[in-house]
């Protein structure tokens, strides 16, 4: 079943704001989380990762902070721009057998200009 | 070459036909991953393949038969499918299953089918 989840579905912001996005995770055993955004009629596209060894990794543009206390995961945007407008996926993966991502339920990024 | 290629990009089909839907990766990848996903839904898991064997199949109906020819290439065959079964048919590897320093996915453009 499903074990990564949104708090929000949509966030809209202005053109060059900062932009996060928060997840929250319910399996303790996740050891690995991923966020990925997908824009209309287009497959899932990676973003960033992180492993549960971390608390924070910054990509181009990008952050993901990873608070396992409270099993909360974010992706920060800086300076967001009218292309990072898609829905952003967070998906997390159970350290046991036999198991492969699982997605939370997504947000949706609308920037104005 | 980065890329996960699905073919096609679009289908209609009537619920008596029989399709395939068609994935290739040129990556050296060694994990195929069939996902499904509605309008806007997350995707979902189906089907796993790790070295070109059926590793995870999530209670998936038998109307849906997936292949793996060789590490390059998945296939999904269609019979018999009901109109709740319309949906985005997302194909993605992944460097290798259990490969600890590369678990990404690398995901297609997805199949839009829609079953009349």
């Known amino acids: 079943g499903e074990s990564v989840g949104l708090h929000l579905p949509t966030l809209s912001v202005q053109e060059g704001d900062n932009s996060i996005i928060n997840c929250a995770y319910s399996?303790?055993?996740?050891?690995?989380f991923i966020w990925y955004k997908q824009e209309s009629g287009k497959g899932p596209q990676f973003i960033i990762d992180?492993?549960?060894?971390?608390d924070k990794r910054q990509g181009q543009r990008v952050t993901v902070l990873l608070n396992k206390t409270v099993k909360h995961l974010s992706l920060q945007i800086a300076a967001t721009q009218p292309g990072d407008s898609a829905v952003y996926f967070c998906?997390?993966?159970?350290?046991?057998?036999?198991?492969?991502?699982?997605f939370g339920k997504g947000t949706t990024l609308s920037v104005s200009s | 070459d980065t890329e996960v290629t699905q073919t096609p990009k679009h289908l209609v089909m009537g619920m008596t036909n029989k399709k395939s839907l068609k994935c290739e990766q040129h990556?050296?990848?060694?994990?195929m991953y069939w996902y499904k996903q509605k309008a806007k839904k997350p995707p979902e898991l189906m089907f796993v393949?790790?070295?070109?064997?059926?590793?995870i199949n999530e209670s998936v109906p038998s109307r849906f038969s997936p292949e793996c020819p060789n590490s390059s290439l998945l296939n999904l065959h269609l019979h018999a499918l009901q109109p709740e079964d319309s949906a985005l048919y997302l194909c993605?590897?992944?460097?290798?299953?259990?490969?600890?320093?590369?678990?990404?996915?690398?995901f297609g453009s997805g199949t839009q089918l829609s079953v009349l």
């Open positions: 993605a590897s992944s460097q290798g299953p259990g490969d600890t320093t590369n678990e990404k996915l690398f």
């Open positions: 399996n303790s055993a996740s050891d690995y």
């Open positions: 992180i492993r549960s060894n971390m």
């Open positions: 998906a997390d993966r159970p350290n046991q057998a036999g198991t492969a991502l699982i």
């Open positions: 990556m050296g990848h060694r994990a």
């Open positions: 393949y790790s070295y070109e064997k059926l590793s």
